[in-house]
């Protein structure tokens, strides 16, 4: 046993004994690779991982409202608001390999718009957990159409998954595209237009 295991604190998602097994089967899997892994190199590395996945899956422990902290606000105003190229990381839930890239969220409102800092966060909180990029995209748009009621919204999702590039197919610059349109972005022609170009 790993002298190092008892400086483990409880995390967001992972308590003390959790981050104990997690570290446990990273040394198991390193012990597997026998002779080839440096031992010197490596012998945090069970601890760091185990403390990784805690932040890099932190997104399940986001409580939504304590994230918004009353950032919704009433606001007369309707024409579209856009908010792109928010930057992401995940892991994809089958291989548990990075895909990362852009959101961009564009939302109609009805009477309502939410604090511009709090978009990127609500990425965050889906994108920080294990997932599929199609779901992703639905979940933000969702979420966004759930906490406003807008007249419309539209997300678009532009990822590299690392399970297509360094394993698989195995082509490095292959970018998947992934959209969510709900309401009058969905039903008419002229809001999804004007989303689509505002995201160019
Ligand atoms: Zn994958």
Avoid at 40 to 51: C, E, Q
Avoid at 58 to 77: C, R
Avoid at 159 to 173: D, T
Wanted: with cysteine; hydrophobic share 40%.
């Amino acid at each position: 046993m790993n002298q190092e295991k008892k400086q483990f604190e409880d995390g967001l998602i992972f308590d003390s004994k959790v981050k104990e097994k997690i570290s446990d089967h990273v040394s198991f899997f390193l012990k597997s690779l026998g002779n080839h892994v440096d031992k010197p190199g490596t012998k945090g590395t069970p601890n760091r991982v185990a403390k990784m996945y805690d932040e890099l899956l932190s997104g399940y422990a986001t409580d939504i409202n304590k994230l918004l902290n009353n950032a919704l606000f009433e606001v007369k105003y309707d024409e579209m608001v856009v908010v792109k190229d928010i930057d992401f990381f995940s892991l994809c839930e089958h291989h548990m390999l990075p895909f990362h890239g852009t959101v961009s969220v564009g939302y109609l409102p009805k009477d309502k718009v939410i604090g511009l800092s709090k978009i990127p966060r609500l990425v965050d909180m889906f994108s920080k957990r294990l997932q599929v990029q199609e779901r992703m995209t639905q979940e933000i748009a969702h979420a966004i159409d759930g906490l406003i009621s807008p007249k419309g919204v539209g997300v678009v999702v532009e990822g590299k998954h690392l399970c297509a590039s360094m394993r698989g197919v195995k082509k490095p610059n292959v970018m998947m595209s992934t959209s969510a349109l709900l309401g009058v972005f969905k039903k008419n022609h002229s809001s999804r237009e004007e989303f689509l170009n505002h995201i160019k």
